[in-house]
């Protein structure tokens, strides 16, 4: 089974479109254990989700310990769910090689992010994991996604017409796209920008962060995020559910959240029909 | 001592513009110990160098044991000489600080490279540590590297010209070194490139990697490459002088190499005279 039927099958059993993001931030959880922090909320949620999300960043911070607790956390997702591995990466030749093998054979992730700035060589090692799913960053939810990504881009040869940056990304993703297994990250702060990409890319899946604490609108998410068969958005939450409660209750806190806002996500999937 | 402090105080007790890859593949050193093949390397040369820079890629794909290599390879390396850890990271808001946190507290890299796609505020948690270095991808060595830094890019105000994507990168560089920790990352196998962005950026220093394996010119990226003074330009090479012989004389081999590239380089640096 490739990514996207994972996906699908995870997205359909459990009636969501919901990911949460494993994102354990030391400052929001002083001495508390890593793993068993994430093992109550999987164990919590895993009904609930078509994915899970860990961001590298997290576990990097806390050094050998914390990429420890991540191989546990991956390790302890009921294999019916998607782990996507939230790491950006970007590199060329043998170190974009080194990358694809660290974070699909070595981690073990069905999915990965990754950064388009140094072009197609640099995601070529990850797309010949043909069973592997492939997000590359399109249009992220920060305030200064902008800086660059919004800049009217021209295609070298003139008279292309002008377009934003994260456009081009998006055309260079269909482009690239011959196994089947790319998708984009698009940032739900931006939902213009999402229904614009979702045109472009009609049967890509969409992993979309920025709702909750970002402020992206749930409906406008689920409205433009969608593909036909409203399905393929991955719509992601980190903090809004995994702390939900700073008490000993944190598990039951995060289900209730996850379970209202997989809610929420489906009840505008209905108002759609 | 900030970062461009110790560089330059390496840099010319050494002698020495030469940078020096620890990027250990296993694919060219079966069954080598990581931290022994690097510990070998690095007595043999620290008097040659300015800087060495571990690419992270090679260690996380090796998993928990690459990332403890890692560890040992920087608390080996001689205080006097700035260790840049080659992470092209890039994230948002506490992730941004997550893997700030990662990088320099967590692993004590002196410096690190960034990927710009996500703007500003994926930079600004590591322009925080103001005697850290921060190199921005800006010109990436590779081929696809034009997929999208050469895309004619204009300001989203109109009327203000086109420039490539990859001078927008170095414009706003410019604009947010305010700490002075900034610098950049141009591959040797644009010269063109290289030239035009010590223009914009006459003070920065600049990781230049792509000579030997790549291709890049060695007199085009001295004589394009340093600033005014000619200095802050750190060549960099890897598999050309780690992997000098695949035999058990490889320190040696790595010795020799390393001399020949600093003196090379300092040869086309007496001809600027």
Chains 1, 2 share one sequence.
Not at 239 to 267: C, F, G, T, V
């Amino acid at each position: 089974m490739n990514f996207v039927e994972k996906l699908l099958t995870a997205s359909r059993s459990n009636q969501s479109l919901l990911c949460i993001g494993l994102d354990p931030d030391p400052e929001l959880m002083p001495g508390i254990d890593v793993f068993q922090f994430n093992k109550e909320i999987i164990d919590a949620t895993s009904d609930l989700v078509c994915a899970y999300k860990p961001n590298l960043a997290f576990y990097e911070a806390l050094g050998i310990d914390g990429l420890k607790a991540m191989s546990k956390t991956i390790a302890h997702i009921p294999d019916s769910i998607p782990v996507i591995g939230d790491a950006k990466r970007g590199d060329i030749a043998s170190s974009s090689k080194a990358y694809a093998r660290a974070l699909f054979d070595t981690f073990g992730f069905d999915a990965v992010t990754l950064n388009p700035y140094m072009g197609y060589d640099s995601i070529a090692p990850f797309i010949d994991y043909t069973d592997k799913g492939i997000f590359i960053l399109c249009k992220t939810s920060n305030p200064s996604a902008s800086d660059f990504q919004e800049l009217p881009s021209l295609e070298p040869a003139p008279g292309t017409g002008t377009i934003p940056l994260f456009e081009r990304v998006a055309l260079k993703a269909v482009a690239w796209n011959t196994r089947g297994n790319i998708g984009l990250v698009v940032g739900a702060t931006y939902p213009r920008q999402l229904r614009r990409i979702r045109e472009l890319c009609p049967e890509m899946p969409l992993i979309i962060p920025g709702i909750g604490t970002q402020g992206g609108d749930v409906a406008a998410t689920v409205r433009y995020g969608v593909d036909a068969n409203r399905e393929k958005a991955i719509i992601n939450s980190s903090r809004q559910i995994i702390y939900a409660s700073k008490e000993s209750d944190s598990a039951l806190a995060a289900r209730r959240e996850a379970l209202k806002l997989r809610d929420l996500i489906n009840h505008h999937l209905e108002t759609m029909r």
